[in-house]
């Protein structure tokens, strides 16, 4: 069956990741996946935009459906693929309802982050606010602080329950990044024990960005 999907992916998106480690956790090796590149603007070529006319990664197509965005491809191999490989989602309501919580401020932390990051990548030095930035920073931090009590108030190792869920495969790829970029481990305990607890899963390992394994983070979170 996975040889009938199709995944278009940029290495390092978290987005691109979410749908990359759902597949894992699905058993679906075997899909055909086109890495494609960010820096030559291959999102925005013929062969993606004719899956996804927004130009955007992640495009997934199975058979004759396509699915784009990460949070509709997550659900939609957790949905079709109920009984195979992981469950991702719990069967406890509690749990569940913490799952769709989680998942969905999940977007709040990628938001945040990319004010900062984007920024800091896309405005020359001399052309920068540094207003702006302080602000970004000030919000990106506030929003760290509020996963990093989520985490102390759970048992620590998943965002919903005692299981790994749809939350961790939306949010783990965000704080993947976070820690990448040099948001201190010491400052935020908590968050660096997920991250370190997971990251040597092995839907997690397998599915890690090409690029991330072959060129060193920033310390551009440094001061989070």
Request: with cysteine; proline share 7%.
């Amino acid at each position: 069956m996975a040889k009938d999907m199709t995944l278009y992916w940029g290495s390092g998106s978290p987005p691109c990741w979410r749908a990359m480690i759902a597949l894992e956790e699905k058993g679906l090796q075997g899909y055909h996946s086109k890495l494609l590149s960010f820096e030559k603007q291959e999102h925005k070529g013929p062969e993606v935009l004719k899956l996804n006319p927004r130009g955007q990664f992640p495009a997934f197509q199975h058979g004759k459906i396509i699915v784009n965005e990460s949070f509709a491809i997550c659900e939609y191999l957790e949905d079709t693929f109920k009984g195979q490989g992981t469950a991702l989602v719990p069967q406890d309501p509690v749990d569940r309802a913490m799952m769709r919580q989680r998942m969905h401020e999940g977007n709040t932390l990628m938001s945040k982050f990319v004010d900062v990051a984007f920024y800091v990548w896309r405005i020359p030095e001399a052309e920068r606010n540094e207003a702006t930035l302080k602000r970004n920073k000030e919000a990106l931090t506030a929003e760290v602080k509020l996963w990093e009590g989520y985490l102390q108030k759970g048992n620590g190792h998943y965002l919903a329950g005692k299981s790994f869920t749809l939350a961790d495969v939306i949010v783990f790829p965000v704080v993947a990044m976070l820690f990448r970029l040099g948001l201190s481990e010491e400052k935020y305990p908590k968050l660096a024990g997920y991250y370190n607890h997971l990251k040597t899963r092995p839907s997690i390992e397998k599915s890690w960005p090409p690029t991330w394994k072959e060129t060193p983070g920033q310390p551009l979170l440094s001061d989070i």
